[in-house]
């Protein structure tokens, strides 16, 4: 996703709904797998998803976000029918 804007310049055809996936941590601290949340850009899907679970919300902002298996800034737009994956920090070794 390349296309970027301000969040009041989102184009009318991407105001639908697309689905977020929460992996690890921020689905055990969602509660849940998935879910759908209005299109937007990358920053308001995050800020919708935390407005959903607020206990999360702290979980959400550390989590990268790829947006159709992409990573993303927090400008890009996010249209409807596409998949958010917020993906925590992973520890390993």
């Known amino acids: 996703m390349t296309q970027q804007t301000g969040p009041d310049q989102i184009p009318e055809a991407h105001r639908g709904l697309l689905t977020v996936r929460y992996w690890a941590g921020a689905q055990a601290a969602a509660g849940v797998a998935s879910e759908a949340v209005p299109a937007g850009t990358v920053a ?45 920090p992973f520890a390993g070794g």
Do not use: M, S, W, Y
């Open 44 to 88: 308001q899907v995050v800020a919708a998803a935390g407005a959903r679970h607020p206990g999360a919300a702290a979980v959400f902002a550390l989590c990268a976000v790829l947006v159709d298996g992409l990573a993303a800034d927090p400008d890009v737009v996010v249209p409807a029918g596409a998949t958010v994956e917020l993906l925590p």
